[in-house]
């Protein structure tokens, strides 16, 4: 089994930036994919960035293409999700999780190809 928890959470004003982090436990996840999603109020969860277990493949959902960052330490078994040039519409829960088959080629960007969750952390951005 895998545990993950969020972390860097938190309340940010419009243009700021925050770092999400997602630590692992249990056992490795260095060959699996990985994982942003998110969900606003009233929303269902969508996909926001998505890693291949090697590192060597990110994918972002168009809305925070270019803002966003994804990245891997498998040492640490940690990923992280670096948030620029945030906006009130980034405001949602934001869920880490690991994909339910190893060694996948390309990720997936949708949520049932993901076996494991975390419990999520929250992002606020202001206006």
């Known amino acids: 089994q895998v545990q993950l928890v969020e972390s860097g959470g938190g309340l940010v004003q419009a243009g700021g930036s925050l770092r999400l982090s997602c630590a692992a436990s249990g056992r490795t996840v260095s060959t699996y994919g990985m994982a942003w999603f998110r969900q606003a109020p009233g929303k269902e969860r969508e996909f926001v960035a998505t890693?291949?277990?090697?590192?060597?493949?990110?994918y972002y959902a168009d809305s925070v293409k270019g803002r966003f960052a994804i990245s891997r330490d498998n040492a640490k078994n940690t990923v992280y999700l670096q948030m620029n040039s945030l906006n009130p519409e980034d405001t949602a829960v934001y869920y880490c999780?690991?994909?339910?088959?190893?060694?996948?080629?390309?990720?997936?960007?949708?949520?049932?190809?993901?076996?494991?969750w975390g419990q999520g952390t929250q992002v606020t951005v202001s206006s």
């Open positions: 999780a690991a994909d339910a088959r190893s060694f996948r080629v390309v990720p997936g960007t949708t949520p049932r190809e993901y076996g494991y």
């Open positions: 890693i291949s277990w090697s590192g060597g493949r990110t």
